[in-house]
């Protein structure tokens, strides 16, 4: 490996988390042996060479995780667009050695880098009858690997769940979002935000979901014909229904039908001239490009980064150009043209008007915000009820995105016929008949507010059981959204038992994972985990700024999650930590004199400070205070130590953009789920439900979201930890060693194989029906 020579590639705009793939690429691409360049102001240093390209040390993307933008810069250049610029790029890399090109950016980079590969054998040619390059030369260089990740806020490249940067620009937005709607409210203003997106309404769409937005407008699907009046219609229906503002988000491509440009200052002159409303616009701009990284993005490329160092190690001449993305939570590598191919298609379906089938190519994260969008706010509620009583109930210690999930479980309960039952502090609530009903107006607003709204208690079920069946009896609930951690989860179970004694108890239910552990087994992410993870990260970086300029310090913070390691280990990966200490992956007093002799070795170094973060279970005798005692007493003389316990902090604060919309997602899906259910196990003239399947969890699991029953999870829990027994981000952690540069073995036999992407369920022309690819194993099954 030691002479395979790696170059990371910045192009076009600038994204946050771009920093985070730069750092990754560079640390694991020297860690595997390789030489690894800095290519400065993208293409158009490629092109002018010189200092432009610049060997990259360990060191030098030292402090740079949140930093927004690129340190490497980027630039537009015309010159790479002519083949006469390229061969000026062939010359460069040639003569460095280079045979491994790493790109950042959109689909236009990427399209110029695949061109760049393509006619790569002909440049070499032309470069050595020019005699600027020899035969031996053109012969060491006679392939390029080319591997791409998408930095785009906008989110337009189809194929990946996520590109880098668009949490970002998602958490400025929602800030901004958060800051108006407090004024709007004191002065019953409408407000119209106008954010990014000329080809794609993802920021918009997802910034409707995150602050129940009244109305959307997206490029993807034009409002139908006479869509002025419906939206007046909404906005005084939602006036008269108690509300004090409006909210109306718009994608700066909005267009009608006829494809005539729908502006923020043409909607406020609607809203002003037919309703008389007090009307606001704000046009955010490049603020949304700006800030600190989200722990999302800097995850996000660090584990694009390591990808992508790994599929070019592992690239042929017959390997086509790959891009690395993200889907559900699993790494996947994709032919970069037919991602390209795809995200064309969306704009010739655009262009042709094939509105449903522009959405669908967006893919299934994209068609399922915008599915859940349309129900939540634009079906009204049926006139005929379908009697039945949905209870809802929060569990556990409150977290961010709770409410956004009851928001949303209540209204698609109203939607669908449902009478929606509030319960009140928890299973003890329950038992005393601390219930009520809750409207539609009753959850306005509570998407963006932390906490838990109906109250939340970590009681457990097992001693009110007889009390708790009195009431499901007396207020007649027919099936019940268990809302929490992992208490929501045992007093499940403990319901589902129950059952044999307690009639009433058979009904459906469904735990949806709310806490800042993420400890519930049979979800990969619990609603309120990302809120304390950026709490978590946003801290650190404070801590380490605070030591700026001082002598070398090390800092040791104290992580909330229980026995749960996930907090610790995700925010090491954001915040780059030297080590985290968890219960899972077990350490000793061995363990903790390395970590000393390498943060003593590092402090050697340019680097002047050290970060390790510990769980607040991960071990009973090696404590936090311990730790601190350890570090002080062995780094005497190199560096000093202060310890931070974070504690409650990591459970407030707003819900953040993922959690608002997980949690909006997660309410819509369950009650969908129990409506299905209900149909299921009516009988008779009665509702009996008392099958496994009948009472699940909802989860995130790989790539779906899927239900599992309650009574089959117990083999996968360890109910002494209250943690599952496997953990998929535990996979994670080495990479968080190798970035905190220690020797250790990275597994890849896990690594993302090249897949394809998926065109399903599309009604394409001829011409297009041939590039569509054959579905994978998993496209298939869901």
């Not at 503002?245 to 009608?256: P, S, T």
């Not at 009140?424 to 107006?441: N, S």
């Not at 009390?467 to 609930?477: C, G, W």
Request: aromatic letters at 6%; one cysteine or more; glycine letters at 10%.
């Amino acid at each position: 490996m030691a002479h395979q020579s790696l170059l990371s590639c910045c192009k076009r705009h600038c994204q946050c988390g771009m920093n985070a793939a730069v750092r990754a690429t560079v640390r694991v691409g020297i860690y595997t042996g390789a030489k690894v360049y800095f290519v400065h102001e993208g293409y158009q240093g490629l092109v002018d060479g010189g200092d432009n390209i610049k060997l990259a040390t360990w060191e030098s993307v030292s402090m740079m995780l949140q930093l927004g933008g690129t340190v490497i810069g980027s630039a537009r250049c015309m010159d790479f667009r002519a083949r006469e610029g390229r061969m000026k790029a062939a010359l460069n890399l040639v003569k460095l050695g280079i045979t491994n090109l790493c790109v950042i950016g959109g689909d236009g980079s990427l399209t110029g880098a695949n061109q760049f590969r393509k006619e790569w054998a002909t440049l070499l040619v032309d470069l050595v009858k020019a005699g600027k390059i020899t035969d031996d030369e053109a012969r060491k260089s006679c392939h390029l690997n080319i591997v791409g990740m998408v930095g785009s806020i906008d989110n337009d490249f189809c194929g990946t769940d996520m590109t880098i940067g668009t949490d970002s620009a998602l958490h400025r937005i929602i800030e901004v979002v958060d800051a108006i709607t407090t004024t709007a409210q004191s002065h019953q203003r409408t407000f119209i935000l106008e954010v990014m997106g000329r080809h794609c309404g993802y920021l918009a769409l997802v910034t409707a979901l995150a602050c129940g937005a009244d109305w959307v407008f997206i490029p993807e699907m034009p409002p139908d014909d006479g869509w002025e009046g419906h939206l007046c219609r909404r906005l005084a229906d939602q006036r008269a229904r108690g509300s004090r503002l409006n909210v109306i988000i718009v994608a700066e491509g909005a267009m009608d039908r006829a494809g005539n440009p729908i502006s923020s200052e043409d909607i406020k002159k609607l809203v002003e001239k037919n309703l008389g409303f007090d009307t606001r616009t704000t046009v955010l701009g490049h603020v949304q490009r700006g800030g600190t990284p989200s722990a999302f993005d800097r995850i996000l490329g660090s584990r694009m980064g390591v990808e992508a160092v790994m599929a070019l190690l592992e690239a042929t001449p017959e390997t086509p150009a790959c891009v690395v993305s993200l889907s559900g939570n699993q790494a996947v590598r994709l032919p970069l043209m037919e991602c390209v191919q795809v995200t064309k298609d969306v704009t010739t379906a655009m262009a042709e008007k094939r509105w449903e089938d522009a959405i669908k190519l967006r893919g299934k994260s994209f068609e399922n915000n915008w599915n859940t969008y349309k129900m939540l706010a634009h079906i009204n509620p049926p006139d005929t009820k379908s009697n039945i009583n949905v209870a809802i109930v929060n569990i556990g210690a409150p977290c961010a995105g709770m409410n956004a999930a009851v928001r949303s479980a209540v209204r698609i309960g109203i939607i669908q016929g449902h009478n929606m039952l509030a319960v009140h502090d928890g299973f003890e609530g329950l038992a005393q008949g601390k219930i009520e009903p809750i409207t539609w107006t009753g959850v306005s607003g509570w998407t963006g507010k932390g906490g838990s709204e109906l109250g939340t208690k970590r009681v457990l079920p097992s001693e009110y059981i007889e009390e708790i069946s009195l009431t499901i009896a007396k207020f007649n609930i027919h099936s019940l959204v268990i809302i929490g951690g992992f208490e929501a989860y045992m007093g499940g179970l403990e319901l589902v038992q129950g059952r044999d004694k307690y009639e009433e108890l058979c009904i459906p239910m469904v735990v949806i994972p709310a806490t800042v552990s993420n400890n519930v087994p049979g979800s990969d992410f619990s609603i309120g985990a990302d809120t304390a993870l950026n709490t978590i990260t946003s801290t650190c970086d404070r801590i380490k700024q605070s030591a700026a300029g001082t002598k070398r310090r090390v800092f040791i913070i104290e992580t909330a999650g229980g026995y749960c390691g996930y907090l610790a280990t995700m925010a090491g990966l954001a915040a780059g930590a030297d080590a985290a200490y968890i219960y899972e992956d077990k350490f000793g007093i061995r363990d903790l004199e390395m970590n000393v002799e390498h943060l003593v070795q590092k402090m050697k170094t340019d680097v002047k400070r050290g970060l390790i973060l510990r769980n607040e279970n991960c071990n009973a005798n090696y404590t936090t205070d311990f730790i601190f005692a350890l570090y002080s007493e062995e780094g005497k003389g190199i560096f000093d130590c202060r310890k931070n316990v974070l504690g409650h902090m990591q459970q407030g604060g707003t819900p953040t953009p993922f959690d608002r919309n997980f949690g909006t997602k997660m309410g819509s899906k369950a009650v969908l789920w129990i409506t299905e259910k209900l149909k299921e196990v009516y009988r008779h003239g009665r509702i009996f439900a008392n099958t496994p399947d009948s009472a699940c969890v909802l989860g995130m699991k790989k790539r779906a979201l899927t239900f599992q029953p309650l009574a089959e999870l117990k083999e996968q829990t360890d109910f002494v930890h209250r943690i599952p027994k496997t953990s998929w981000w535990l996979k994670l952690r080495p990479i968080m060693k190798i970035l905190a540069k220690y020797n250790i073995s990275l597994d890849t036999s896990e690594h993302a194989h090249m897949e394809h992407v998926i065109k399903k369920r599309v009604s394409m022309p001829a011409p297009l029906m041939k590039k569509a690819c054959p579905p994978t194993k998993h496209e298939e099954e869901e």
